[in-house]
Antibody, heavy 123, light 110 residues
Framework: QITLKESGPTLVIPTQTLTLTCTFSGFSLRDSGVGVGWIRQPPGKALEWLALIYWDDDKRYSPSLKSRLTITEDTSKNQVVLIMTNLDPVDTATYYC???????????????WGQGTLVTVSS | QSALTQPASVSGSPGQSITISCTGTSSDVGGYNYVSWYQQYPGKAPKLMIYDVSNRPSGVSNRFSGSKSGNTASLTISGLQAEDEADYYCSSYTSSISLVFGGGTKLTVL
């Protein structure tokens, strides 16, 4: 059974850096074809894809946020970390991490999701 | 990358069928068969319902089906049930080597 859980600060001051951790079980990022992505959802708004890391350390980023994002993995801890710089109140959202399979050879779907963590950006 | 266009809301009565559209461009929906659909209840994480246009993950009811024509993908729910009332989001791979989601559709079961 695949599970994922997000953790990190609930409140961030504008201009600060956000570090979120996704701790997962039921799979390994050493398994061929596996990936973990981050998606966010502002309150009452739509989903937005942020970044993804694959088993081979290939990384993909949203073009509009690429300059502010870094995704890394700690395979020994079964964790994926997302770093977002220069936070703004518009970055207030629930942040989800999710599991994906590289079955189609490209970015595709997320078949298991964490419960999400709400991050508020405010002074 | 602009979000895919979905109707803000759709509604139907129990037992009926409804269809939710998801319109993009030739750079996303129209160019690739990598469209997926997610169901989301209030305060909950999204759940994958359809992937690669028309494939259902194990455990998803066969009342849910997906299709695509040109730059528009569609999710059809047949035999509508009260438990289907939720928000639905489409997503697609894009030529920018990224993923784009739709704006979401609120389904109301009357």
């Amino acid at each position: 059974q695949i599970t994922l859980k997000e953790s990190g600060p609930t409140l961030v001051i504008p201009t600060q850096t956000l570090t979120l951790t996704c701790t997962f079980s039921g799979f390994s990022l050493r398994d061929s074809g596996v990936g973990v992505g981050w998606i966010r959802q502002p309150p009452g708004k739509a989903l937005e894809w942020l970044a993804l890391i694959y088993w081979d350390d290939d990384k993909r980023y949203s073009p509009s946020l690429k300059s502010r994002l870094t995704i890394t993995e700690d395979t020994s801890k079964n964790q994926v970390v997302l770093i977002m710089t220069n936070l703004d109140p518009v970055d207030t959202a629930t942040y989800y991490c999710a599991h994906t399979i590289f079955a189609s050879g490209t970015l595709d779907y997320f078949d298991s999701w964490g419960q999400g963590t709400l991050v508020t950006v405010s002074s | 990358q602009s979000a895919l266009t979905q109707p803000a809301s759709v509604s139907g009565s129990p037992g009926q069928s409804i269809t939710i559209s998801c319109t993009g461009t030739s750079s996303d929906v129209g160019g690739y068969n990598y469209v997926s659909w997610y169901q989301q209840y209030p305060g909950k994480a999204p759940k994958l319902m359809i992937y690669d246009v028309s494939n259902r993950p194990s455990g998803v009811s066969n009342r849910f089906s997906g299709s695509k024509s040109g730059n528009t993908a569609s999710l059809t729910i047949s035999g509508l049930q009260a438990e289907d009332e939720a928000d639905y989001y489409c997503s697609s791979y894009t030529s920018s080597i990224s993923l784009v989601f739709g704006g979401g559709t609120k389904l109301t079961v009357l």
